[in-house]
């Protein structure tokens, strides 16, 4: 998946002191689409490859990769007599210019990756090119962890974007000095990045699997059930609850099977097993549980074999992951290999 860093370090904890240099990178959004540079004719490494391929045969594709830019290259898109300002904008005397021309004070720490630091830059930039994270994983092999990075500083971002007033009494919000947080100078209250829990549930009968694909969306590949956790839920229960809600068909022994972050939506995604309950389930004439489909969320509901189920292209995502766990016959309920 697309946390899966294999020999890479990730490091997510904040540092308020950190000061950006010119060799660090940064990040920079535009609504949905990060900042990109074309590594063309440089392919990317297999172990940090996005695994492609159709059916259970996934293999590392050549290809170009991505990579983001440094702040150096940031400040060399300056006319230079503009660059010189920036760089002593602490001795002008007028402290709000200053604030304005100082670049250091345009970045915010992020993360770092085997030793390296990431920076936001709150600014778009007029140079390089950019695109959204499907358009990543379309047009590139990677590397992987640079795409997660994007993911993840999506993630980030959103929160930056959206706390810069203070929900209760409206103060300009200001980053806190110990932890990754708003906090309101007024009234001092406290804002952190939001997560927002959601399960992906793939219900299994006898030989088939409940798949899905969602109302007025353009991918055409299957899913399975999914919704957010709702207030006082347990991840069973939400799980169990939108089998019902969406498909109308009633789980049980729900198993955990692994979870994913997925910062472009700032969800946490938590994947179960699942088996219908036969003694609460209705069947159709030909045996088969009856699924109700919620028709404003969902366009198809559909038991389907392991021949029947079709795979997406690469190994970025948990759900895929796990339709590939059950077409593998790989899953167990409670000690019981299926298939």
């Not at 060799?23 to 063309?40: P, T």
């Amino acid at each position: 998946m697309i946390q899966d860093l294999g020999q890479h370090h990730f490091q997510n904890q904040y540092y308020p002191e950190k000061k950006p240099g010119k060799e660090d990178f940064f990040l920079s959004f535009s609504g949905k689409s990060v900042l990109v540079k074309r590594e063309s004719g440089k392919k990317v490494d297999p172990s940090d490859a996005i695994m492609s391929g159709d059916g259970l045969s996934l293999r590392c594709p050549e290809g170009e990769g991505f990579s983001f830019y440094k702040i150096k290259e940031y400040l060399a898109s300056f006319p230079k007599e503009k660059e010189e300002v920036q760089e002593n904008a602490l001795s002008r005397k007028r402290e709000q210019q200053a604030m304005v021309n100082d670049w250091r004070k345009s970045f915010t720490y992020l993360f770092s990756l085997d030793g390296q630091d990431y920076y936001l830059l709150k600014d778009i930039v007029e140079f390089g090119e950019y695109l959204s994270l499907e358009e990543l994983r379309r047009e590139f092999k990677g590397p992987k962890s640079l795409l997660f990075l994007a993911n993840t500083g999506m993630h980030l971002f959103h929160f930056y974007q959206k706390h810069r007033y203070c929900g209760v009494c409206g103060t300009k919000t200001e980053k806190d000095k110990k932890e990754r947080a708003m906090r309101c100078p007024n009234c001092q209250e406290v804002f952190y990045p939001k997560i927002m829990p959601a399960v992906i549930v793939g219900i299994i009968h006898k030989e088939k699997i409940l798949c899905t694909r969602y109302a007025n969306r353009l991918s055409y590949l299957p899913a399975l059930v999914a919704g957010f956790i709702e207030i006082g839920e347990t991840g069973e229960e939400a799980a169990i609850r939108e089998a019902m809600e969406e498909t109308g068909v009633p789980i049980k022994e729900v198993k955990y099977y692994k979870s994913q972050p997925w910062g472009m939506a700032d969800d946490l995604l938590l994947g179960y097993f699942a088996k219908v309950d036969e003694e609460k389930a209705s069947f159709t004439e030909m045996g088969e549980v009856q699924i109700i489909r919620e028709e404003e969320e969902l366009s198809e509901a559909v038991w389907l074999s392991r021949e029947e189920l079709e795979l997406q292209g690469n190994d970025f995502s948990l759900t895929n992951e796990m339709m590939r766990t059950f077409k593998e016959g790989k899953f167990e309920l409670h000690g019981r290999r299926n298939g």
